[in-house]
């Protein structure tokens, strides 16, 4: 797949399907975007384009206002993974809230990319103030000599599949809901990081996860996860929180890996997350910590290694 990061670095797309939009989690919603424009591309014997940005829209107006669901390395592997020839990423700016609608299409969807075929959300949005939308690019297709395809919501049980309703569970902790509509569990990827080690002189080590402030963090809690270490899987039991017990005052990501015990510390891991076991607690020494962490490992295992094994 090519990756282009720059709008001037667009060329030698001679025709194309394109699907735009900020694919945030690239959830299944919008594989169904992508997937038509794959196939559109492969039956017409042109490339399948899909237009992304490298920052969240909303953030541009008012930096930090939306949390990411997935990083933008994340986000290319899917597309790659989907078939997809190439994914032009590139800033949300200042161009694009005050292009005019003709231009954007002029310049960027005619000129640039060549399009034949576009396929977009039915409630997708560009240019200044939001004046490009679907009906019209409906209009202007005979103009332009490309076809538009409308996409309608997908819905599971009656509920509209969005990035919205993701954030929602993410942060309300709901995380075995999440995989139903995004199609993967949500993770968070971080290096391992030196910490206080108090995990390890009381029986229970951690790997303590470095956390990107740009991405959304799972409510609060202890949770049943899966830990990516070098493309080997393991299961874990992972602490979203403070310590109160021992008077944390950050916030951290730290999990105990099941079976595991290896120096990680400067790899990259991925966290998965499966279940909220329970809240974080302040126990009135570490005694109580000990008991019920030993509890919370014993959960994993009957719940998920004893059930894989």
Known sequence: MEIIKSLDK??????????????????????????????????????SVVFTFENHPVNFFKLDTVKNIISNEDKLKIFESMDVDVAVIVPFDHYMTTVDPTAFVEDILVDKLHAKFIIIGHDFS???????????????????????????????????????????LVSNGRVEEIKEYLGRNYKISGEVIH?????????????????????????????????????ELYFGATNVGYNPTVNGQSLSLETNIIDFDKDIYGKIIEVEFLEKIRDEIKFDGIEGLKNQLAKDVDYVKRNYVCKIK
């Open 10 to 47: 667009i060329k030698d797309i001679s025709h194309s399907a394109v699907t735009i939009g900020n694919f945030d989690g690239v959830h299944k919603g919008h594989q169904v975007l992508i997937n038509k424009t794959v196939k559109a591309a492969k039956e017409n014997g042109v490339k």
């Open 195 to 231: 910490s206080k080690k108090l995990g390890r002189t009381i029986g229970f080590p951690t790997a303590n996860i470095s956390m990107d402030k740009g991405m959304l963090t799972p409510d609060i809690g202890i949770y049943a996860s899966i830990v990516n270490i070098d493309k």
């Open 126 to 168: 560009f240019a200044k103030e939001k004046m490009g939308n679907s009906k019209f690019l409906q209009s202007v297709q005979d103009k332009y000599k490309f076809d538009v395809e409308i996409v309608e919501p997908v819905m599971i049980r009656g509920k509209r599949i969005s990035s919205t309703y993701i954030r929602e």
